[in-house]
């Protein structure tokens, strides 16, 4: 399973934007990147996924290096409600890998008022 | 569209015994993975089942075992109980398709079920 790396913690201030990196220089052509966050008390929940391009969602925008060896989530305006865990994870398409999600350490994010 | 349910929440067994955690998925959801949360060793995979059939597994002894049945729904069975199998126990439930744009994985978590074991 590829890897990724991000920093243990970062802080932001409430609405301010927020650029979560993640470093994934062993990732293969088909596996696309997974963006996940923990909240406290709270199971994971999606947040983004995308392959090359960038992606745009209501959550996050994800921003993807052309050479694929790492992403940026950039959250545009933090609020105290996006304090938690993000986990960027690296999926592949093939049958071995489906439904197998494989969590790093992740990032917590804590926002400041 | 109702979100991914886990029964029961709390759970309180002693060593030795056996438990059975229970998933619903999101309806339309074929796919069901099952995660063990814990301080030290974080999320890791246990199973996940697709129509019925365990299509991926992850580094877990046998004790842990788990069924799909044919409304989608999942269950998860520890036998004979370790203290360290304490932990949250998530599921998450999927399309488990690949579809247009790599959509189709995207997991959806339910709250978790909180196993002591004492």
């Known amino acids: 399973d590829a890897k990724t790396t991000q920093p243990n913690s970062m802080e932001s201030n409430e609405e301010e934007p927020v650029h979560l990196p993640c470093n994934h220089s062993?990732?293969?052509?088909?596996?696309?990147i997974h963006w996940y966050r923990q909240l406290p008390s709270q199971g994971p929940e999606y947040v983004i996924h995308?392959?090359?391009s960038n992606v745009n969602n209501r959550m996050a925008s994800l921003a993807i290096a052309e050479d694929r060896k790492s992403s940026t989530l950039i959250l545009h305006r933090a609020t105290l409600r996006d304090a938690a865990v993000y986990y960027c994870?690296?999926?592949?398409?093939?049958?071995?890998?489906?439904?197998?999600?494989?969590f790093g350490q992740g990032t917590t994010l804590q926002v400041k008022p | 569209k109702a979100g991914v349910t886990q029964t029961p929440r709390y759970l309180i067994k002693t060593r030795g015994q056996q438990v059975t955690l229970s998933c619903s998925p999101i309806?339309?959801?074929?796919?069901v993975s099952w995660y063990q949360q814990t301080p030290g060793q974080g999320l890791q995979f246990l199973f996940e089942y697709f129509s019925e059939t365990q299509r991926n597994k992850g580094n877990f002894p046998g004790r842990f075992s788990g069924r799909q049945f044919s409304n989608s729904r999942s269950e998860m069975n520890v036998s004979t109980l370790e203290l360290g199998d304490s932990a949250l126990y998530l599921c998450?439930?999927?399309?488990?398709?690949?579809?247009?744009?790599?959509?189709?994985?995207?997991?959806?978590f339910g709250p978790g079920t909180r196993l002591t074991v004492t």
């Open positions: 998450a439930s999927s399309l488990g398709q690949r579809l247009a744009g790599g959509n189709g994985y995207e997991q959806y």
């Open positions: 309806s339309g959801h074929r796919s």
């Open positions: 995308g392959l090359t």
């Open positions: 062993t990732i293969s052509g088909t596996d696309y």
């Open positions: 994870i690296l999926q592949g398409m093939g049958s071995s890998n489906t439904g197998k999600l494989i």
